[in-house]
Nanobody, 116 residues
Framework: VHIVESGGGLVQPGGSLRLSCEVG????????MGWNRQSIGKSREFVAA???????HYADSVKGRFTISRGNAKNTLYLQMDRLKPEDTAVYYCAVSWTDMDLNYWGQGTQVTVSS
């Protein structure tokens, strides 16, 4: 299954970005789709996910600022990021899981840099 992210870039603190993800077809439906991120020197961390029943989950650090949603096209995913902070700087990975909330299959990532 291919996963392609886009939409990263450089933004000032307080600004917004929207990440997009296209996920290829799967013979087995996904249990969850979402986003992880990894900053330099840190381990990969969960950001947000949406389950097959459309319930959403967010890391405490992004709750109220980030919104995950599905696109109209099948297996399209978005992450709207508002009120960005320098600590949001990371490579953001779109990821999926077929079994649980552990998003363990991800794409190549897209860089998000929040800096003035």
């Amino acid at each position: 299954v291919h996963i392609v992210e886009s939409g990263g870039g450089l933004v000032q603190p307080g600004g917004s970005l929207r990440l997009s993800c296209e996920v290829g077809e799967s013979a087995v439906p996904f249990y969850a789709m979402g986003w992880n991120r990894q900053s330099i020197g840190k381990s990969r961390e969960f950001v947000a996910a949406i389950r097959s029943d459309n319930t959403t989950h967010y890391a405490d650090s992004v709750k109220g600022r980030f919104t995950i949603s599905r696109g109209n096209a099948k297996n399209t995913l978005y992450l709207q990021m508002d009120r960005l902070k320098p600590e949001d700087t990371a490579v953001y990975y779109c990821a999926v899981s077929w079994t649980d909330m552990d998003l363990n299959y991800w794409g190549q990532g897209t860089q998000v840099t929040v800096s003035s």
